[in-house]
Structures are given as C-alpha cells and as structure tokens.
C-alpha cells in the first residue's frame, strides 16, 4: 500500500474525530430511554435506517439510488459486520460485566491491523501498534475495578463484537473510494428486523421515543457516516483507535446530566488513551509527502 499524504492523515484524522464527538452523547441517551436490549436495538436500528436515508437525500440529492446501488454485494457485507457488531455489543453486555465487554472491544483497532495487514496488505506502523497497546492499558485502567471473569459466554460473545468492528473498518477500505455510508444504513433494517424477532415489548414512552428518534434519526447517522468516510483516508486500524474515545468522552455526559461522577482511575485511563491517539498522530505528522487516497464523487 502507498504511504498517506498528510493531507489525507488530517482529513481523515478530522472526519473520526468530529465523528466520534458527535457519537458521545449516545451512552447518556440510552440511559434516557431505560428500554430493555432488545426493544433499544428495534427503535436504534430503525430510526437509524430513517436517519440515512435522510442524510444521503441532502448529501447526494438526485444521485442517491445510483449511490446505494454502488455499494454492491462489498457494501451488504459492510451492512452484515456493522449489524452483527451492535447486536453483539448488546448481547455482551447482558452475558458478562460492562467491564469486561469494553476491555475487549477496545480490542478492535488490534483486530483491524492484523485484518488490513493479511486482507488487503495495508501493514501498520510500529507507531500505531504501540499506541493500540497504550490505549489498551488506559482502557483497562478505566473499567479495572469493574473487571472479573465474568462468563465464558458473555467474553466471548465480546470477542465477536470487537472482531466485526475491526473486519468493517478494514471493508470499508478495501472498498475506497466507493462510500459505503448506504450499506451502514442498510444495517440498521437488519438489526431492528433480529431485534424483532427477539423483544418481548417494542413499547416506548412518547419521551423515550423522542430522545430515541434524536439519537437514532440524527446522532447516529450523522456519527457514523463521518466514521465510515474515515477509513477512505486513513488505515482502518487508526480508525479504531479513534473510536476509543467514545469510552473515555461518553461517560462525561452521564456525569454532566445524571451527576455520576467517574473515578479518578477513568480519568487517568482517559489522558492514557488521548496520549496514545496524540503519539500515533503526532509521528505520522512527522512523514514527508505521499500519493494521496481517490477523492469520493459527488
């Protein structure tokens, strides 16, 4: 694979980042709508879908269909991975502790080197191996007084999470300069179809659909559309990593609304993992020019 430009470093470095900001709220508003697994993974997948729709409309106007068709058979796998990877997260959840499940889908930037380094050649720096493996340490400092051996189930249930994260944001490079943000709307049809299978009520307040729809229809696709851009400029691995930060930020929402104060222990884990995404960054910054990544059409 060419070297990146520092053009593209920057533009993709931008787009994870604004990305992830904008997905911070989402912890706090689940919290908000207090619905079991199932019924959050129903309303989150459909309004989701809704949401994507409306965000290609204005982003490609006439040329939306031609831009949904373009994803091909590539982007229903990207919808496959991304879906598995939500319902997954939530099944983890249930089967073993918090702790436990964020400690190993913090794994996912290490499963999307080792993914991009043997599915398309795209080897990873001594740079961002390092900087998984710090940000993995504040990870763990974050949740450690939280971690136990939980179930077999449940960790391994985690373990799928975290490698579905990783093959979508190597996918969604292999498949550049194509933009597959239709195939991550796609997924929401597909998990809201599994999730209504299997909930026993999709019953929701007027407030609780409210703050869905705003989390769903708007935060969500907004979020993840400049995430999945991001894989276009910059490896899936460094994608991964930015991610991370929805951990650390999330939890400061929660405390800004419902006054749940994090442990001095998460916010050290904290500055550890930002150091982490500043290192990797700051010594890609220190490369010479590079043949920049395909431009998406619009």
């Given at each position: 694979?060419?070297?990146?430009?520092?053009?593209?470093?920057?533009k993709?470095?931008?787009?994870?980042?604004?990305?992830?900001?904008?997905?911070t709220p989402?912890?706090?508003?689940?919290?908000?709508?207090?619905?079991?697994?199932?019924?959050?993974?129903?309303?989150?997948?459909?309004?989701?879908?809704?949401?994507?729709?409306?965000?290609?409309?204005?982003?490609?106007?006439?040329?939306?269909?031609?831009?949904v068709?373009?994803?091909?058979?590539?982007?229903?796998?990207?919808?496959?991975?991304?879906?598995?990877?939500?319902?997954?997260?939530v099944?983890?959840?249930?089967?073993?502790?918090?702790?436990?499940?964020?400690?190993?889908?913090?794994a996912?930037?290490?499963?999307?080197?080792?993914?991009?380094?043997?599915?398309?050649?795209?080897?990873?720096?001594?740079?961002?191996?390092?900087?998984?493996?710090?940000?993995?340490?504040?990870?763990?400092?974050?949740?450690?007084?939280?971690?136990?051996?939980?179930?077999?189930?449940?960790?391994?249930?985690?373990?799928?999470?975290?490698?579905?994260?990783?093959?979508?944001?190597?996918?969604?490079?292999?498949?550049?300069?194509?933009?597959?943000?239709?195939?991550?709307?796609?997924?929401?049809?597909?998990?809201?179809?599994?999730?209504?299978?299997?909930?026993?009520?999709?019953?929701?307040?007027?407030?609780?659909?409210g703050?869905?729809?705003?989390?769903?229809?708007?935060i969500?696709?907004?979020?993840?559309?400049?995430?999945?851009?991001?894989?276009?400029?910059?490896?899936?691995?460094?994608?991964g990593?930015?991610?991370?930060?929805?951990?650390?930020?999330?939890?400061?929402?929660?405390?800004?609304?419902?006054?749940?104060?994090?442990?001095?222990?998460?916010?050290?884990?904290?500055?550890?993992?930002?150091?982490?995404?500043?290192?990797?960054?700051?010594?890609?910054?220190r490369?010479?020019?590079?043949?920049?990544?395909p431009?998406?059409?619009?």
């Amino acid at each position: 694979m060419p070297p990146i430009s520092a053009a593209d470093q920057a533009k993709g470095l931008t787009l994870a980042v604004i990305g992830v900001l904008v997905l911070t709220p989402d912890t706090l508003l689940m919290r908000l709508v207090g619905a079991d697994a199932w019924t959050l993974l129903f309303w989150r997948g459909l309004f989701m879908t809704v949401g994507y729709v409306g965000l290609l409309l204005v982003w490609y106007g006439r040329r939306c269909l031609s831009v949904v068709a373009a994803i091909g058979s590539h982007g229903v796998l990207v919808s496959v991975l991304f879906s598995l990877n939500t319902i997954l997260f939530v099944v983890a959840v249930t089967e073993t502790t918090v702790a436990n499940t964020l400690v190993i889908i913090a794994a996912a930037p290490l499963f999307a080197a080792v993914i991009g380094w043997v599915a398309i050649g795209e080897r990873p720096p001594a740079r961002t191996w390092l900087a998984i493996l710090i940000a993995l340490a504040g990870i763990a400092l974050i949740v450690h007084e939280g971690l136990s051996v939980g179930t077999g189930t449940g960790d391994i249930v985690a373990l799928g999470a975290a490698v579905a994260l990783g093959g979508h944001f190597v996918l969604v490079r292999a498949a550049r300069p194509v933009d597959m943000t239709p195939a991550v709307g796609l997924s929401g049809l597909l998990t809201a179809a599994v999730a209504l299978i299997l909930a026993d009520s999709l019953a929701l307040t007027p407030v609780e659909l409210g703050w869905m729809a705003l989390l769903a229809a708007v935060i969500l696709p907004v979020s993840f559309g400049l995430i999945t851009l991001a894989p276009i400029y910059i490896p899936a691995a460094e994608v991964g990593l930015v991610v991370l930060l929805e951990t650390v930020l999330g939890p400061l929402w929660v405390w800004l609304v419902l006054s749940e104060e994090p442990h001095d222990h998460a916010l050290i884990g904290g500055a550890i993992v930002i150091a982490a995404l500043v290192l990797n960054f700051a010594l890609a910054g220190r490369r010479g020019p590079a043949t920049p990544a395909p431009e998406i059409s619009r």
